[in-house]
């Protein structure tokens, strides 16, 4: 009831605030003109906006609210399931229990009726009817299991370990490179270095590692494992293994151009080639001099130096052609790719 009073009240005070901005000195002049300010150009719009909520209120004030629906129980009774009137159930907050079925309440099963009598072949024929024969589903035979042979005795492959001895290491890792099988040679490399015990393998498996670096392209790699090879071999004082060092690491610096490194090591290897030659007289090491002979040609040649070279070459290939007239098979070819060279050699000196 307040409610409605109090919209009433409002519905009012909208109504004549409407009239009064509508109607300035209405009601022969007992009106006070209101003025609207900076609003005064919507007087119009202000004046029915609040007539017309004026007289919504009015009218929410003046409507009469719907009863209420009573509040039902807490449990609304529950239909009976016997074919009865429903019950209603005390407002308890106990679970209800489950309705336990009356006897009128189970189903009867249908009784299964009897099997019609097949039809008569003839009603006067005397002649018994056959018993009905049930058909039975066509069942596949099942298949047979499988019998899967089990070996008596399984034969069992280790792989085979890793040489423990390290001339067997080196084998393996020289047969990876032919085979180019980076992956077993790398792993045949670091083998190789654990197994190292004195400075002469220490400064093979050096070099074996400048070898495969330089095979890679890692020149830096290269030039670091043959100076460490170099260092090792100059502790053995063994003069082959030096020579061998000296020319790796001739290479390396011939390669990049250091054509003055590269004629020191040449240099000090053939001295060292000629020593050997003439100490053992073998062929290994007549051919190791001539070798060492080419390449100290080559870096002189690169710098300019075309008759040392000239009589470096032929040096060379005098010791080739002895070589190969003892053994052709073996050392033909050496003796064909020298005299190839000299041959160039001498056409760009006569050029």
């Known amino acids: 009831m307040l409610g409605r009073i109090i919209g009433l009240v409002l519905a009012l005070a909208l109504g004549g605030g409407a009239y009064v901005i509508l109607n300035p000195g209405g009601l022969d002049g007992q009106v006070p003109a209101l003025g609207l300010g900076a609003f005064e150009s919507v007087r119009l719009g202000l004046g029915i906006a609040a ?49 336990t079925p009356s006897a009128t309440t189970v189903l009867q099963a249908p009784a299964l009726e009897a099997e019609p009598a097949p039809f008569p072949l003839a009603l006067d024929s005397g002649v018994q009817p056959a018993p009905p024969v049930h058909a039975q589903p066509d069942l596949a035979p099942a298949p047979e299991p499988e019998v899967i042979a089990i070996p008596a005795k399984l034969e069992i492959v280790a792989e085979t370990p890793p040489p423990e001895d390290f001339d067997a290491a080196r084998d393996a890792l020289r047969r990876h490179a032919q085979d180019e099988a980076w992956g077993p040679a790398a792993l045949a490399l670091q083998r190789l270095g654990a197994l190292a015990e004195d400075d002469r393998q220490h400064a093979l498996a050096a070099q074996d590692a400048g070898d495969f670096a330089r095979a890679q392209g890692k020149t830096d790699d290269a030039i670091e494992a043959y100076d460490l090879a170099l260092a090792h071999a100059r502790m053995t004082a063994q003069q082959d293994l030096i020579a061998d060092a000296l020319i790796n690491v001739g290479d390396m610096a011939y390669e990049e151009h250091r054509l003055d490194a590269a004629v020191e090591n040449y240099e000090a290897a053939v001295a060292l080639r000629r020593d050997l030659a003439q100490a053992g007289g073998t062929a290994e090491a007549r051919r ?64």
């Open 51 to 99: 007539g017309l909520l004026g007289m919504a209120l009015a009218a929410a004030a003046l409507m009469r609210a719907p009863e209420q629906p009573q509040a039902r129980d807490r449990l609304a009774p529950l239909i009976d399931l016997h074919g009865g009137e429903t019950a209603g159930l005390e407002t308890s907050d106990e679970p209800l229990p489950f309705a």
């Open 288 to 351: 190791g001099l001539s070798v060492a002979l080419e390449r100290l040609a080559d870096a002189r040649e690169d710098r300019g130096h075309r008759s040392r070279a000239l009589d470096l070459y032929r040096e060379s290939e005098a010791l080739a052609a002895e070589l190969a007239q003892g053994d052709a098979a073996r050392y033909g070819a050496d003796l064909a790719a020298t005299r190839q060279r000299l041959e160039e050699l001498e056409a760009r000196i006569l050029a």
